[in-house]
């Protein structure tokens, strides 16, 4: 029995975290491409390369071991990413460059295909079982040198020619808050604020009621069990093995039970209990009562 609840649990684990890893992977973005690069980065053997930068749009860590990069729409799994480098794994809201030389065998983020700016390059990314497709782009032949084609904003949907050209950097530099000025536009008396704050103190204050009012429960529930069971203990602790209830159990009893019934009026002493007379006159006058009886002789 315990094995198998270690087992479900253990199988229970493993699809959570397969699930996690799908779902994260999911959110990866083609994010920016150079086709034509003449005096723009280098990779790490000095070499101007094209280049395919990846976005991770998600707030948790992505690891993209094991997934796939292709340019041929029949063979999704051209180019797989070697797993074991830890450099696969990309932070929240980051980038990661694959060079698009046609050599793998200068590492993790070199492909084996190429970009030709003469014609339309279909670059797609793949999950890790090579049948999901995770993002897909087609760059328009006739690319310009050191303009790359990419988003305008990291992760959105728009795609433009680029002229400033970010690789493993943000396309667009954020230097102010877009949502907090969104918010100063649109709510400018603070409405939308003081009901967001009102409607998280209020669910706060329910959300404590429920949880103060079902341990209180558990707490008395628990209490008039342990009740239950001292009284149990207790009366069988009085009640011998035998069966037999001794005699100064009883005389015990019976004292408790006379004291009970004595007392009913403790609390009622101010009570005045009038009882009814058998006979419907009053006998004082009577004088049958002061006749004595005739002696015989």
Wanted: charged share 25%; hydrophobic share 40%.
């Amino acid at each position: 029995m315990v094995r198998k609840k270690i087992g479900a649990a253990l199988l229970f684990a493993l699809l959570v975290s397969v699930g996690a890893q799908a779902q994260s992977v999911s959110s990866m973005r083609i994010n920016e491409v150079l086709v034509v690069n003449e005096d723009n980065y280098q990779d790490d053997y000095g070499k101007k390369n094209a280049w395919i930068e990846l976005y991770n749009t998600s707030a948790g860590t992505v690891n993209v071991a094991g997934c796939y990069l292709t340019d041929d729409r029949n063979n999704p799994k051209k180019y797989p990413i070697p797993k074991g480098d830890v450099q696969t794994k990309i932070s929240p809201n980051q980038h990661v460059l694959f060079w698009a030389d046609g050599i793998a065998d200068r590492g993790t983020f070199h492909v084996n295909f190429t970009l030709d700016p003469s014609k339309d390059n279909y670059i797609a990314f793949y999950d890790a079982d090579g049948r999901t497709l995770v993002d897909e782009i087609t760059v328009p032949a006739g690319q310009l040198a050191d303009i790359s084609y990419g988003r305008p904003v990291d992760g959105k949907n728009e795609w433009a020619q680029l002229k400033k050209v970010t690789p493993s950097t943000n396309n667009l530099t954020l230097d102010k808050n877009y949502k907090i000025e969104n918010f100063k536009a649109n709510d400018t008396w603070g409405v939308g604020m003081t009901l967001t704050s009102m409607a998280v103190v209020f669910i706060g204050l329910i959300l404590l009621y429920f949880v103060f009012k079902g341990t209180g429960k558990i707490s008395v529930s628990a209490s008039h069990r342990r009740a239950s069971k001292a009284i149990v203990g207790t009366v069988a602790e009085a009640v011998p093995a035998s069966g037999e209830i001794s005699g100064e159990v009883l005389a015990a009893i019976a004292v408790s039970l006379y004291e009970l019934d004595e007392d009913k009026h403790d609390i009622e002493h101010t009570v005045l209990t009038i009882e009814k007379v058998k006979r419907n006159y009053s006998p004082w006058s009577s004088k049958i009562y002061t006749l004595r009886e005739t002696p015989r002789k």
